[in-house]
């Protein structure tokens, strides 16, 4: 049954006769976890994308509520899985801030070496995700060979593959494992030696490229104005790179590039995240001969209290800017908690991008917005 | 030696000399029937099995490997899994049709078998117009994909099948001009006597430029007809979930699969007979002593080997290159392949005509 929802559905474009609607998810290949499309097909020409949210809704910032500081940063691992540690990040940077706690020079650059991990995995995984959409199968495998190779390390560091909660106010959980800098630099060298095939076999590839350019263009004004950030934006050379634009940690120390294209195209969100993994090896080449010795962790106390008052800290995720406002009465849990997630942003532009285009690419599109639905939900 | 014609010969002999000419037809036609449908079901089975072993090789896995030695039973395994399964039909569907366009698919790979060389002097029908068959026949496949998606009642199905329909009979233009190049070059569309005349050379190495251009565009056309990536916007799992066989479930979803594999083999089989010599060996001019060595291996083996050499590349198209867009896919045949393919008929004829080829 087609339903008109106000919120979100545009009533200048209701469905005609002829018109074909179909409801692509929550179970589908192409909507990677629970994401519920409404199209309103012509043909194959789209007229309509209405997103339907809520099927994994698990009301993360109600349950934060009634966790104390410590504990509420682990549920944000569950949020976009795929940075969980860039997540719990910037939950941690907050309770910092409210706390007003020094962390120690040697955690400032585990975590970020680990944010930059994290970022590799996450756009190693929305690659393969990214051509599978577009019915290559291969890279997929490609991607996760790699892919694995980082999740050892996270695992023999903080014992977890995907949610790590290796973050605690102050710090970090415990010290690096001590192969820690020999596994990443071997992994350095495996990316090295193998990301060429990442262009042989899917950017220089013609099906792929005529697939991708001039197709879900977004224009600078509307990326700024539907609120996108991360290498959504960054496609449509708005400059959004958190890490850049109000530095954390140690972001303001390190060399590297905010990578900027201008086509604003599905090829230009694509080669913004191929050139945003060469990005953050350049990061972590530069810091991990230079991990400084020292305390992993500030000394808190155990029960944290944060006074009264209003925080918000911002990090920039895989996805793009994620904020994290709490509202603190003085007690040991927080009054009220909101995440401001990437997804939901970049979700909402699917509609204004797809329009007059066809459905196969649609599904490219949604590919490059690297939608996560634990995101968008929460 | 022994060979299929030796076998075929000898069980003719004795089938008359024991019965009446009727009760022979008959019985022969019965042993070819279960022949046909014998080497339908082990084709099947080989060639699941093969895609899977390809797909893992380039994936850098290991691909099935539990069932029987390396995996090798996975495929008889999963048949019978497809076999006990439930053949729902939907409520809203067209019953009658919905569960008659599994049958028709693969009526229509069992009918392509025919005019089929697979052996020296070893075929089961040597009909005079026998590549026209193929290319007739095989047109009726695209009617049971419509039967299939129009009936199920399914958006996806009935997206898949318009896709399927589009694609197959444009690419048909060109696979059937790519065929006509080979044709003009010798003469005759009869199977056979496209194999005898490329006993100097196949038509590969000696229609020079034309039939490279026919082969090249011919693998592409075939491709797209058999629906497989990176033309399989017909099924576009990404985008239509499984296309018109979505609401297909157990033995009827086998059959479309079955069929879809028996195409492949089928198309390959003809690219084989018409550009790579059929079951001819490969000869080199004056080297007695190499062309006598090849002409030891039966000619069944090499023409199976042609036919999974080009499975094999099918197969690497398929898990290397992405899918194309349905208007890129119909640019490239009516705008690129089609043009190509015409005036490659004009140079393929001149050619003929001048007696340019070996």
């Known amino acids: 049954m087609y339903r008109q929802t106000d919120i979100i559905s545009d009533s200048r474009i209701s469905p005609q006769e002829g018109d074909l609607v179909i409801n692509v998810g929550p179970q589908h290949p192409a909507t990677h976890g629970v994401l519920h499309l409404v199209i309103t097909l012509n043909g194959e020409t789209i007229k309509k994308v209405e997103p339907h949210l809520g099927y994994i809704h698990r009301s993360i910032e109600k349950m934060c509520e009634s966790l104390t500081y410590r504990q509420f940063i682990y549920v944000t691992s569950r949020m976009d899985y795929l940075s969980a540690h860039i997540n719990n990040h910037a939950c941690a940077l907050c309770v910092e801030k409210g706390l007003q706690v020094e962390v120690p020079a040697r955690a400032q650059v585990i975590r970020v070496l680990m944010d930059e991990l994290t970022r590799i995995a996450s756009h190693e995984l929305w690659w393969g995700a990214m051509a599978m959409d577009l019915g290559a199968f291969t890279p997929f495998f490609h991607a996760f060979r790699e892919r694995e190779t980082i999740n050892d390390i996270m695992e023999e560091t903080c014992g977890a593959r995907l949610t790590m909660n290796y973050m605690v106010p102050g710090g970090v959980m415990q010290d690096l494992h001590p192969d820690f800098q020999k596994r990443v630099k071997e992994f350095i060298q495996l990316y090295k030696r193998k990301i060429h095939e990442y262009d042989e076999l899917v950017t220089d590839n013609i099906i792929f490229q005529n697939r991708m350019k001039s197709v879900g263009y977004l224009s600078p004004e509307d990326a700024i104005s539907y609120g996108c950030t991360g290498p959504t934006a960054r496609g449509s050379s708005v400059s959004s790179d958190i890490r850049k634009l109000y530095p954390y940690e140690i972001y303001d120390k390190l060399e590297f590039d905010e990578v900027l294209e201008t086509g604003g195209d599905s090829f230009a969100r694509y080669m913004i995240r191929i050139r945003e993994m060469h990005e953050s090896i350049r990061i972590i080449e530069q810091l991990i001969d230079n991990i400084p010795e020292g305390d992993f962790q500030a000394k808190t106390k155990a029960v944290l209290k944060l006074p009264k008052g209003e925080f918000y800290t911002r990090v920039e995720t895989a996805r793009g800017e994620l904020g994290v406002y709490i509202v603190s009465e003085g007690g040991t849990t927080p009054y009220r908690i909101k995440f401001r997630s990437p997804g939901f942003s970049n979700l909402s532009v699917l509609d204004h991008i797809a329009r007059g285009s066809k459905i196969g690419d649609l599904v490219a599109m949604m590919g490059t917005l690297d939608l996560v639905i634990p995101d968008i939900d929460r | ?358």
């Open chain 2, 1 to 358: 030696m022994w060979s299929f014609s030796n076998i075929a010969d000898q069980i003719h002999e004795w089938l008359s000399s024991t019965f009446n000419p009727t009760w022979t037809l008959i019985i022969e036609m019965v042993i070819a029937g279960v022949c046909v449908i014998g080497l339908f079901a082990a084709l099947g089975l080989v060639l699941v099995i093969m895609e899977r072993k390809v797909s893992a090789w380039i994936q850098i896995r290991l691909g099935p490997n539990r069932v029987g030695p390396k995996g090798m039973f996975q495929s008889l395994a999963d048949t019978l899994k497809l076999l006990v399964k439930e053949g729902m039909t939907p409520n809203g569907a067209d019953k009658f049709l919905f569960n008659l366009a599994p049958f028709i698919a693969m009526i229509v790979a069992m009918l392509l078998f025919a005019p089929i060389a697979f052996a020296r002097d070893f075929q089961l029908w040597d009909l005079n117009i026998g590549v026209l068959y193929v290319s007739a026949v095989s047109s009726i496949m695209v009617i049971s994909i419509l039967m299939a998606g129009w009936s199920s009642n399914n958006k996806y199905s009935l997206m898949g099948a318009m896709r399927s329909g589009a694609q197959i009979v444009s690419y048909e233009l060109s696979a059937g001009l790519s065929i006509l190049a080979i044709v003009v070059f010798t003469g005759s569309l009869s199977v056979p006597d496209i194999v005898r005349s490329q006993a100097d050379g196949w038509w590969i190495f000696k229609g020079h430029i034309p039939a490279i251009i026919a082969f090249i565009i011919f693998l592409i056309a075939v491709t797209a007809e058999t629906n497989r990536a990176p033309f399989d916007l017909a099924e576009a799992e990404s985008e239509l979930t499984a296309g018109f066989h979505t609401e297909y479930s157990g033995m009827k979803f086998a059959l479309f699969f079955l069929a879809e594999y028996m195409n492949v083999f089928i198309v390959c089989a003809i690219g084989a007979t018409l550009f790579l010599g059929g079951w001819m060996p490969f000869h080199i001019g004056n080297w007695e002593g190499f062309n006598h060595a090849m002409d030891w291996i039966p000619s069944s083996v090499w023409f199976f080997g042609k036919t999974f050499f080009l499975i094999f590349v099918i197969m690497w198209f398929r898990w290397t290159f992405p899918r194309l867009r349905i208007d890129q896919l119909l640019n490239l045949e009516w705008k690129y392949l089609l043009p190509i393919s015409m005036f490659n008929i004009l140079l393929a004829t001149l050619m003929a005509i001048m007696g340019w080829h070996f």
